[in-house]
Every structure is written in structure tokens, then in C-alpha cells.
């Protein structure tokens, strides 16, 4: 059997930071606790990458291409079943790169390409949302409601977008010292996919809404 190629140093050095920043973070690391965690000269490092705003910016672009594709998957969104399996996949992401979102106020505040980006991201995932509704709309899995006004629809998944982003500040204030250890990801991920259905199922049809609680009752998450 072929030995794999060892990973490139900058692919090592990419890594390494978000696990750090991911843990502690990106406030809380600096490139000499990078460079020691990797054992690499600082050198090594800024001849990579020549500062850590260059690291930043590096995973957020990797980052934001992968969420942009996932997105984009909206449109293949169904029904409720489909909807659970987006939303907690959305979560997924955020919590591989948890570090933009646990630090977001001051990454933004600091950094101009997540300033400018950002607010783009979120216009995206709101009309991914909106995507959603209206095709749950119009679908297998109708409303009884109301959510026939633009204006309610957009609010609607306005609110499901706040949750979406800050859901795991609202994990870390409950629990600083716990809740972005990895050993809580999948509690934390299906708590937020939960809350984010939740401000659906009202508007559900019976059969629909009987769904979706079975769907969440099918996982075991802690104090969902």
C-alpha cells in the first residue's frame, strides 16, 4: 500500500489554527502559541503566512465557500425531513468554524474582509431560509397559517437566521467553561436545529408537525 504524502506545512499550519482558535478562542492565540503547537520556527510560519489576520482571512474564505455551496442546497430542500437534515448540517459547519461566530463582534470590529463579508453571508442564509418556507409553502407540507405575506415570510426567516448565528454564544454564556469542547458538539448542534424548527412547526399542518416531533424525538439530545 502507497504511504500517504505528508500534509504540506500550510495546509498543517491552517489546520492547527482552527483547532486553537476553535478552542480558545481567536483572541486567546497568538502565532507563537501556533508556531509552538506545530514546533515550526515562527519563521516557518510568516513565511506562510506573514500574519495571523492572514490566517483569519484564509479560513474564512474556506469557510465561506463551503457554506455559499451548502446554501445553495436550499433549493433542493422538499419538505420537513429535508429541512432537518439542512438545518443541522448548516449547524455542522458553523461549529467546525466556530471560532467566527464565538468571536464574531470582535473579529468583525478588527477585521475588513469579515466586516464586508459577513453581512453577506447572512443576507445569503436568510434567503436560503426564505427559500424554504416558500416551498414548504407550497409543498407536501402546507402551511395552515399564515405565512402567505412576503413581509411575514421574511420575518419569519429572519428569526430563524438570528438563531442560526448565535446560537452558540447563547451555548457559551450558559456553559463558558464546557460548551465548545468537542465532547458537547452534537448536544449543542441538535439543541439549535431543535429551537430553529420549532419556529416552524406552528405553522405545520398536523401531519406535518407529527414529522417533524418525530424527527426530534428520534435523537437524544441533552435538555433540548
Not at 491552517?14 to 481567536?26: K, S
Not at 420537513?80 to 470590529?109: G, K
Not at 465548545?180 to 405545520?204: I, K, T, W
Request: aromatic share 10%; glycine share 2%.
Amino acid at each position: 500500500m502507497a504511504k500517504k504524502a505528508p500534509r504540506r506545512t500550510a495546509e498543517r499550519i491552517l489546520l492547527t489554527t482552527l483547532d486553537l482558535f476553535n478552542r480558545y478562542g481567536e483572541p486567546n492565540v497568538s502565532t507563537t502559541m501556533i508556531s509552538s503547537e506545530l514546533n515550526i520556527s515562527p519563521g516557518n510560519l510568516y513565511y506562510h503566512f506573514p500574519s495571523k489576520e492572514e490566517l483569519i482571512n484564509t479560513l474564512f474564505e474556506q469557510f465561506e465557500t463551503e457554506l455559499l455551496e451548502l446554501l445553495g442546497a436550499a433549493e433542493g430542500v422538499r419538505d420537513v425531513e429535508d429541512t432537518w437534515f439542512f438545518l443541522h448540517s448548516l449547524f455542522e459547519m458553523i461549529w467546525q468554524h466556530r471560532f467566527l461566530y464565538r468571536d464574531l463582534n470582535h473579529l468583525l470590529s478588527r477585521n475588513r474582509r469579515l466586516e464586508t463579508h459577513f453581512p453577506v453571508i447572512l443576507m445569503r442564509k436568510r434567503t436560503a431560509v426564505r427559500a424554504i418556507l416558500d416551498t414548504l409553502v407550497d409543498g407536501t407540507d402546507r402551511v395552515h397559517v399564515t405565512l402567505e405575506e412576503d413581509r411575514t415570510r421574511n420575518a419569519a426567516a429572519a428569526t430563524m437566521v438570528v438563531v442560526l448565528t448565535y446560537w452558540l454564544s447563547y451555548e457559551y454564556v450558559l456553559n463558558p467553561r464546557n460548551a465548545m469542547e468537542p465532547a458537547n458538539a452534537q448536544d449543542a448542534l441538535l439543541r439549535g436545529a431543535h429551537h430553529v424548527m420549532s419556529m416552524l412547526a406552528p405553522y405545520l399542518q398536523e401531519d406535518a408537525r407529527a414529522h417533524l416531533l418525530a424527527l426530534i424525538s428520534a435523537y437524544d439530545a441533552k435538555d433540548i
